[in-house]
């Protein structure tokens, strides 16, 4: 694998007044790697990919792309990327065809070439048998892979995905992500923004976990896991909220973080709470979870706190760590807030 650095990010801030919405972010992808950006909504991935695609300028710092500046050499940064917004850029009246034929015309091909790259793409992408049918009768997986089709037509060595896989269903998530697989092993560069953690530990080799504007944490996957060191995270359902329980429970010996799972409250319309049984969001409002250093000694002494204060607990589920409890540990709160 090369050991050229595809993305560099120095010292990224992005403002809008007095709002802090890229607060200084270094951070590196090297040429041929999954780089995940990982972390709720409103923590500022989105902004910091809208700067390293040239929509937005940053306030302070710098960017590039294969060596391209991002301020400085910016239509040479623009032309080593292939961009997967989060919002569907296709014209509905038009086929999948159509559309990857307009767009490769926008990136310069013509003729043969490009017609010839728009059958790869649709194979690429899986839609070589509806490539006639317009996009309006498409699913809402069926436009994403278009989109993403889209950002692969003029052979970028980088590409960026923002929450590629938001509100589709299982089947239409699973191949986007073996899409990704593919293109990295075709030697593509891939940023990759997410707030499911099960996707970050699937396709990622390293992780960048952000936070209100900050990266709080990098590494691989196993290098953030290690961060909780023996802690366990025990998932608990409540009968009724029981606000002062969580108290009570943060002063228990052996207990290191105690959050509320509740909805996402940054969630985009139609995202809250989805369940589509590939990667499952917790959204119930009387459940809780809380990193603990041994169960076993533990569970007994929240036990007897809820029993207390009143409260009666109706599961305990008890999880390997993961990066969600890596987030919790971090900042005291839970990643699908």
């Known amino acids: 694998m090369a050991t050229e650095r595809a993305i560099q990010?120095?010292?990224?801030?992005?403002?809008?007044?007095?709002?802090?919405?890229?607060?200084?972010v270094s951070l590196a992808a090297e040429a041929g790697e999954v780089l995940a950006l990982l972390g709720p909504n409103g923590a500022g991935k989105s902004t910091l990919i809208s700067v390293l695609s040239g929509l937005l300028a940053p306030t302070g710092g710098d960017a590039s792309i294969m060596g391209h500046s991002v301020t400085r050499d910016a239509a040479a940064a623009r032309a080593c990327l292939g961009v997967v917004p989060q919002d569907i850029a296709l014209y509905p009246d038009l086929s999948a065809r159509e559309n990857l034929v307009f767009w490769g015309k926008m990136y310069g091909l013509r003729g043969r070439p490009l017609h010839a790259r728009v059958d790869e793409v649709l194979e690429l992408i899986g839609l070589t048998?509806?490539?006639?049918?317009?996009?309006?009768?498409?699913?809402?997986?069926?436009k994403r892979r278009v989109n993403i089709g889209v950002a692969l037509l003029h052979h970028p060595p980088v590409v960026i995905m923002d929450e590629p896989t938001v509100g589709i269903d299982p089947q239409s998530?699973?191949?986007?992500?073996?899409?990704?697989?593919q293109l990295n092993a075709a030697g593509?560069?891939?940023?990759?923004t997410t707030h499911y953690m099960e996707e970050a530990a699937e396709l990622a080799?390293?992780?960048?976990?952000?936070?209100?504007?900050?990266?709080?944490?990098?590494g691989t996957h196993d290098e953030l896991i290690r961060m909780l060191g023996s802690q366990t995270r025990v998932d608990l359902s409540l009968d009724a909220p029981h606000e002062d329980l969580l108290d009570a429970w943060r002063a228990v010996e052996g207990v290191s973080q105690v959050d509320r799972l509740g909805a996402n409250e940054d969630a985009q319309p139609g995202e809250q709470g989805v369940d589509d049984g590939a990667f499952p969001v917790q959204t119930g409002a009387n459940t809780v979870t809380a990193l603990v250093d041994d169960s076993n000694r533990v569970l007994p002494r929240l036990f007897e706190a809820a029993s207390a204060a009143g409260?009666?607990?109706?599961?305990?589920?008890?999880?390997?760590?993961n990066l969600e409890a890596v987030f919790l540990y971090l900042t005291g709160r839970a990643l699908r807030d």
């Open 188 to 192: 593509m560069t891939v940023l990759y």
């Open 129 to 142: 048998d509806r490539q006639r049918d317009r996009v309006s009768r498409y699913s809402g997986g069926m």
């Open 311 to 321: 409260a009666r607990i109706t599961s305990v589920d008890i999880r390997e760590p």
């Open 173 to 181: 998530r699973r191949r986007i992500l073996d899409s990704v697989r």
């Open 205 to 218: 080799d390293h992780i960048a976990i952000m936070d209100r504007g900050l990266v709080i944490a990098y």
């Open 9 to 24: 990010v120095s010292e990224l801030y992005r403002t809008y007044g007095d709002l802090i919405a890229v607060g200084g």
